[in-house]
């Protein structure tokens, strides 16, 4: 047992430290500005930070080892940098290591054909476009998968797109040019082998972005998240990722590293959050006392720091988990994360916003944001009670000789 | 010790209910549409219910029976009619009951002059104009009074107003014209006659508008929260309420019933939070079963209900000391409630949200909104922590005599 | 609505209250160092408090008015009372009022025949003999009483009770004479009325002590909890209470008064709790301040205090709906404060131990007794998972028209 | 970072995995029948035990790698065996490996004379003597060292104890000989020189053991916690571990693994716990359903399982820490897992009990005992609160310059 991380990793570490500490935290309010201004453009200055961190080789450092095209980091390796990429929710893109593309990249590198892979896959590892996910359904509990009704039909040669989708993360992004869409191909078939993973172009006729979504009143622009309908949308069944009937296998392989990534980056998120806590409380006082140093402050900043160090460990442990046995060997630990990591930052960045007073909660500071942000994630990728009772499930399974 | 309402108030129950179930709910999304369409104008059905309610008698409920010119009721009446009101956070203003006008109302009230009266109070009550109040700065840490930094001195028969406030709630609204501004007038007098309360019209010249507010990503348009600036602001000294330094004394009286008001509209919003949570955990289906009998979903209802229940009999009690032994009689009793509240709601509203999954974080239901409210509800009229220290001090002096 | 005591619960308030300040509380260690000699006797002192008890007229205050014998108070003027006597958990038999005499003495004065009152009641009511309760079984999970193996058979004019029961408290007390057994009559009957409750004196031939149980640790001498088997015990037909079958409908009425008691109890031993906190947390210094001002010490001082009044006020109410409604109107709000009053005092308590260092974990102080008492609790008369489901279950059927 | 045990930790686990597993488990009901009968006496099949532990190697296994005398395991090798001897408050004894022998123990091996660690060490080692510690009193608050008042004064070639110490552990068990005995030896030294550790026999005259103590109401025979007198007590100066005035900074270096060894075994301790409430949640039925699928138990199960992993990995962690960077260098996460692991397990042990029903906390599971013990683990060795400040203080001096 060893808590260094690699060599690799602590040189990636110090450079995607620097690189965030010296170009990106300080134009936050440049980027805020821009938006503000302008929702739905990026900001020159990304590009700008884009290239500089592309020739840096600071780029797809996600991609993990054993599928080539990036530096070759195991998901253990990349896992600090996805959390210090985190700090900042719009950190990643800098880096080209923003959600959905990751996840989106990494089904095409695993299952994309060559001409998939050209003509989508490529483009995303340049950067140049940005794509989305079509899973959540406004009218059903999507937390059964199950539940899922939109479809996608064969039809000859076409694949017949319908239903409609939102929480489509990343629509609003005036470079996103694909989706890729999951909806119910055969009812009929095996309950894995039913549904299909479709990339559909944005301008796909047929497809419509009903209306943008807010999360406790952020439009998060400039991805945002859409409600989009989808009527009657044909695309070549070449579009089809590995053909029709494998969406939920490619969803699962997706899911383990893409939790480890969304969880990392909001222990970043989270970190962030205690250290302008704890500036806060030391820069202000009152009744002659830092505010740090009143009431039960202190207490709660050190159950901050207690609730982020393990929560740290239980995500790198499960990174380390899908290095070493697989993704569906880490079943069990990534559903422990994704149960523990949310709630964990919602509590850290709620001290922080108390220790900030009403300021916490205005735009001054990145808190309340990245507190609806956590609380979104306590639904994305699965709720927590399912999560809780994968890992249920599997503690009961141990003692099942003493079932009634 | 009886638990029923008086007559009178159950009469008031049952009629503010009725019209809230039957005229204001059901118009919840038209007043959110023309809020999307024209943030800072007043929904032309605003006036048409405010004319009904006024008509019917439901009109400034909130004057304490002791003061006239309301229906009479006492605090505990009051009480059930604000949790009502609360269960939309635009409702209250149809009854002429929103905050802070229902606190100047009352410091003009028991403090203005017949002048002041006649020129901001009648129109108050008529519900023609509306009012902030400005008391949180942004460079100090504000839940100590005493860093107050803005000034108001005296210049022979004017009071120059200097200083920054924030969080002066209502001034986005169209039909603001005037402030209540708190401010240091004698550095050297006793600590509780330093302060002096000033009517400032909103267009006096050197008051500014910095910029609105959002609290989380809401706006809370068309009232709106406001950074404002106040430069050499000259004011005649008949606008200083109940004359200099005597700003801490109304301030406190102002505070009690403020704090029960606050509370039992959160609890309406609670409670309304706790109604949409049942129907969607009911309507709701995932792995063959209603959402709320998945986990611990009805374990976490059942709770809502615990702390809600407990909640409201604490305000209730609290009126009642107000009304029975006054403001300063019941002020531990305050700063209970203002303790146990925002984060009882807090908690009931996470519930329900849960049980919506994404959408519960969306525009499409009251929820986060609500959630954002009672948030800042932990810092208005003082953070939890002002308050908890409040209730040990009094806890702690009944055993004094074992200090070491 | 209105939060002051009736005159008559003022009066037994300030008399019980004296009583115990006076009388009870200074004698504790003597009572501790008693039983700590000869576990299962009566000490003398009881007798003698009991005899100062009655002679003040304080004596069977539980009895509620409607039936007769007692002072005539309702459960709500009882309930403070019921607080006092439960600061320590042995006063109650002081003033006769100690579980589970108190309901078996309910039982009897509702449901008994003249021959049952006049041979159990009589003495029961004069503290001369004390009685136990047989419900809950070592073999089954009683929270579910369908799953109640043992029988009482009638046979003739005789009625034969096999099984086993325990957590039969009160069963070591020296003068303990009967026991209320309940057993399975008629396994065909509607459901509830396939029970009957039987009069079995401890003596009688085929009962059996078979150990005392312990309570983290405490055998709570002299009362104790046994486990007692029944094997072939044969009494009269006449000592089944209101007849073979009405088991289930006594017990239902038994248990709503009880709770009260049980929870108005825990509140005064919370109470109690508390004091001893702040006293010690003032007493004792470290790094150069009193315990209570380090840390979070005093905000969880305040956080007791709302727990406890809160609490209190809930049981209150739950009090005042059974006397204005009745048992089985009040059902769901008896559940409530079942599921809340033992973890709130829990949690009290456990501040209490803290403010103590180890001491409070000894048996200098009743601290960890209590709280062991408190945890048990959470069981007796119902854990708090069923009574979590009754007030779910109550809730969700007020929005039943929205079930999928 | 490697998340595997070292080969050599891995084949420890193995064997004292099946050790306990085979040879220990299955004695439990005669240990606990052994010592409910002859308290302070050692059940033979302790010795048994001892021996047979002894001539398989699995002896002193606690004794770090550097200073050699055991099998070389480093601390993190150590911890999963802690963790396994934990799963039984008794089975550390059986491979000598209990507290407080291993820190006498560690310190005799790094400050002891030749001549003290002949006389204590060696037979210590052997397992032929136990030992005690005497550091809290009873007339202060412990938590800050600064409060002792027990003296050590040198007098020519002796050294005289004075004072009162309690919560001394082991002093019950029969073969206890010695005890370590802290004290002020110059109050006008340099704070931290003012303190020595003296090895006293058991039977020094003026050593008086005034009363055994209980935690909850156990006894924790045979080991058991004294409250003891030291009155004149002398004994030669060369008893004085190091020489006068050195007892802090012997106590320092002695508290950083012994917390690891208390952590782990309570770790130990809440998953033996965790794997009773599995069984009886699923042995056991109610409403036709296993105790475990009703309400949110199975949420709980899960909320222990994600509190386990991650105490156990911070745990690991700090083990490390002191491994590699000394004990000094892993204070803040030695602190750090004292206030986790002792709160996460009362949590685990109350959820196991709970399942129980009042069984759990009953003499028939070893639930509440195993709750007595981890609360007390709250105080041992620092209060929770202690070290919950030393993090924080960690924690903002990385914000100093924020200082206002």
């Known amino acids: 047992m060893d808590f260094n991380h690699s060599a690799q990793a602590e040189r990636y570490i110090a450079e995607v430290g620097a690189f965030v500490r010296e170009e990106v935290e300080p134009r936050e309010h440049e980027f805020l500005a821009a938006v503000a201004k302008d929702p739905w453009a990026v900001p020159p200055m990304i590009d700008e930070l884009k290239a500089k961190a592309k020739s840096a080789g600071l780029w797809n450092l996600f991609i993990p080892k054993e599928i080539g095209r990036g530096p070759g980091l195991t998901n253990l390796e990349y896992a600090p940098l996805a959390e210090i990429m985190g700090r900042l929710n719009w950190a990643s893109e800098v880096f080209n290591c923003n959600a959905p593309d990751t996840g989106n990249m990494e089904v095409l590198l695993r299952y994309g054909s060559p001409e998939q892979q050209e003509r989508w896959l490529e483009p995303l590892l340049e950067g140049e476009i940005r794509s989305a996910f079509g899973m959540t359904e406004p009218q059903v509990a999507s937390s059964d998968a199950t539940n899922m009704e939109a479809t996608a039909v064969v039809d000859g040669d076409e694949i017949v797109l319908n239903g409609r989708k939102w929480w489509s993360t990343g629509i609003g992004h005036p470079d996103c040019e694909v989706i890729i869409f999951m909806g119910l191909t055969d009812p009929d078939a095996d309950a894995h082998r039913r549904h299909s993973m479709v990339l559909v172009p944005v301008d796909a006729p047929g497809v419509k972005v009903e209306r943008m979504l807010t999360v406790f009143g952020y439009d998060e622009a400039p991805y945002g998240h859409a409600e989009v309908s989808y009527t009657d949308v044909r695309v070549p069944l070449e579009n089809v990722i590995a053909g029709p009937g494998r969406g939920f296998e490619i969803a699962q392989g997706r899911l383990g590293p893409g939790r480890i990534h969304h969880c990392m ?59 070493t046995k697989g993704v569906k060997g880490a079943r069990t630990e990534v559903s422990a994360i994704k149960a523990v990591v ?44 399912v999560h809780l009772g994968v890992v249920a499930r599997h503690e009961l399974k141990r003692h099942e000789g003493s079932r009634a």
Chains 1, 2, 3, 4 share one sequence.
Not at 265 to 285: P, Q
Not at 293 to 319: F, H, I, K, P, Y
Not at 360 to 374: I, K, N, Q, V
């Open 265 to 323: 980056r909001t222990i970043g998120l989270a970190e962030r959050a205690l250290e302008f806590g704890c500036r806060r409380g030391l820069e202000r006082s009152a009744f002659g006392k830092p505010l740090v140093d009143l009431g039960g402050n202190r207490e709660r900043v050190a159950e901050a720091r207690l609730a982020l160090e393990q929560a740290r460990l239980l995500v790198l442990r499960a990174a380390w988990l899908i290095d």
């Open 342 to 385: 949310p709630k964990m930052a919602l509590s850290v960045i709620d001290t922080a916003m108390q220790l900030h007073g009403a300021a916490g909660l205005s735009g001054d500071f990145p808190l309340a944001e990245s507190y609806a942000w956590c609380r979104a994630l306590r639904f994305i990728d699965g709720p927590d009670e």
